[in-house]
C-alpha cells in the first residue's frame, strides 16, 4: 500500500511543482511524455520476460486459466460500462478505456494523456490505483464470500506484482501461479485495449 501512497505522492508533487513553473519548458513538450512511455512499454515487456517463472508457468499452463484473466476482462468492462452512466461528462469508450487499465496506473494513465488528454489520463491513474488498493485491503473478504479466485481478478494487472502477496495469503499458495499468469496477460492487453477503445 506504501507504493500507491507514494504514486499520488508523486502525481500531487508533479502538479504542484508544475503549477508552480518550476519545471523546464522542455520537459512539457509531448515528444518526451511519449518517450518516456516507449521506454516504459520496452521496460513492461523486460519484466514480462525477464520473469524467471515465465518458463514453469507456461509449461504448467491449463487452457482453463485463460478464463480467470476473460472473466477479469469483461466484468471490468461491464462494470465500467454500468457505471458510466452515473459519470456525466464521460463517454462510454472513455470510461471503459479507463477500466482497461486493469490497475495497471502508470502504463494506462500515460495512454491515455497522450491520447485523450490530461483529464481522462488522471482520472486512468485514481482509478487504477484504487482498484489496486481496493484489492490490498479487500482480498479477505473478496476471497471469503466470492470465492479463491476474486482476489485474482480483482487485482487484475497487479496480480504478478504488488497485490500477489496478499492473494496468496487470501487464496492459498496454489494460486500464485495463475495469478501471475492472469495478472500478465492483463498487462499485456491494456495498450492494445486502451488503443482500440480510444
Known amino acids: ?13 508533479g502538479i504542484l511543482v ?13 515528444e518526451v511524455a511519449a518517450g518516456v512511455l516507449f521506454a516504459l512499454l520496452f ?3 523486460v519484466g514480462i520476460g525477464g520473469k524467471p517463472e515465465m518458463r514453469e ?3 504448467r499452463l491449463d487452457p482453463r486459466m485463460a478464463l480467470v484473466p476473460l472473466v477479469a476482462v469483461i466484468g471490468t468492462l461491464l462494470g465500467v ?6 459519470l456525466p461528462g464521460v463517454r ?5 478505456a479507463v477500466g482497461a487499465g486493469f490497475g495497471y496506473y502508470s502504463l494506462s494513465s500515460i495512454l491515455i494523456t497522450q491520447i485523450r488528454g490530461e483529464t481522462l489520463g488522471v482520472l486512468a491513474l485514481l482509478a487504477n490505483v484504487l482498484r489496486e488498493l481496493v ?7 473478496l476471497a471469503r464470500y466470492f470465492g479463491r479466485l476474486a482476489p485474482i481478478v480483482s487485482g487484475g494487472a497487479t496480480a504478478t506484482d504488488t497485490t500477489l502477496p496478499i492473494i496468496v495469503q487470501c487464496a492459498g499458495a496454489e494460486y500464485a501461479v495463475l495469478a501471475v499468469f492472469s495478472g500478465m496477460v492483463l498487462s499485456l492487453l491494456v495498450p492494445f485495449l486502451i488503443t482500440f477503445l480510444l
Request: charged share 10%; hydrophobic share 60%; net charge positive.
Open 18 to 30: 508544475s503549477a508552480a513553473h518550476l519545471l523546464p519548458a522542455f520537459l512539457l513538450r509531448s
Open 1 to 13: 500500500m506504501k507504493s500507491s501512497l507514494a504514486i499520488l505522492g508523486c502525481l500531487v508533487a
Open 81 to 86: 460500462g454500468i457505471i458510466s452512466i452515473a
Open 57 to 59: 508457468l507456461l509449461r
Open 92 to 96: 462510454l469508450r472513455e470510461a471503459l
Open 43 to 45: 521496460l513492461v515487456g
Open 135 to 141: 484489492t490490498l485491503v479487500a482480498s479477505p473478504l
